[in-house]
């Protein structure tokens, strides 16, 4: 899915991308600082959501949501570092589908998020076959075993899985393993690296850092590093 973040100030945009793509990383994210960018944007890229800042130089953001209207399938999210009533008036009165303040909070975020995180999933196989990885990802999961839950044929599914999400099962599998050894190198910074291998599914320690590090660019060890500065 394709979604767009428009913002004047940096910093803000640099946050908020890094916080979607870390928490959704199979979205394409594009990034505009005013209104003539955004709108270029949304001529070339497939746009599905966009979190508009309401504060905007030139031309406002929701003056820009008019405009964005005009193209079917997009959703606008308005941000504000303001909480003002008649921003959420002209936010509601835009059709906004929901109104974050600034600083935004992960989990208002995320909860907001969630609703399109199977948005350019057609399938309820696909939809299943995400559904087991993220609950059993720590397993012996392999496509078969998937295939096997679902009760469908292996050569099918992976051939589905691949078309809606754009990467095998495989590659999402370890992608996600990935992601949660992220989360437990931060959060746990007493457990070793083997036990969080483990915990994560990888049968392999060392498979686990060269891939760790083939996604990240560091290693477990040099990632929980930079992650205390």
């Not at 979205?27 to 505009?32: G, N, Q």
């Not at 929901?98 to 696909?126: G, R």
Request: glycine letters at 4%.
């Amino acid at each position: 899915m394709h979604i767009l973040l428009v913002d004047d100030e940096p910093l803000e945009l640099e946050q908020l991308n890094y916080m979607i793509h870390e928490k959704y990383p199979y979205w394409t994210i594009h990034t505009a600082a005013d209104a003539s960018q955004a709108l270029k944007i949304l001529t070339e890229h497939p746009i599905r959501l966009t979190l508009l800042d309401i504060q905007l130089p030139g031309k406002s953001g929701i003056e820009l949501g008019v405009e964005m209207k005009k193209y079917d399938q997009i959703d606008i999210i308005m941000v504000t570092a303001y909480q003002s009533f008649d921003y959420a008036q002209a936010s509601l009165r835009l059709g906004a589908k929901d109104y974050l303040t600034k600083p935004i909070i992960e989990e208002e975020l995320f909860q907001v998020l969630d609703q399109y995180k199977y948005a350019s999933i057609q399938s309820h196989i696909v939809q299943e076959a995400l559904t087991i990885i993220h609950e059993q990802y720590n397993d012996k999961l392999s496509l078969s075993s998937l295939a096997s839950q679902i009760h469908i044929n292996g050569t099918y599914l992976s051939r589905k899985f691949h078309e809606e999400m754009g990467i095998s099962f495989s590659e999402y599998l370890n992608d996600f393993r990935v992601q949660a050894a992220q989360r437990l190198l931060r959060q746990d910074t007493e457990k070793s690296i083997s036990s969080i291998s483990e915990e994560c599914g990888f049968s392999s320690q060392h498979y686990f850092s060269s891939l760790f590090k083939k996604q990240t660019g560091y290693t477990p060890r040099e990632y929980r590093i930079r992650e205390k500065v």
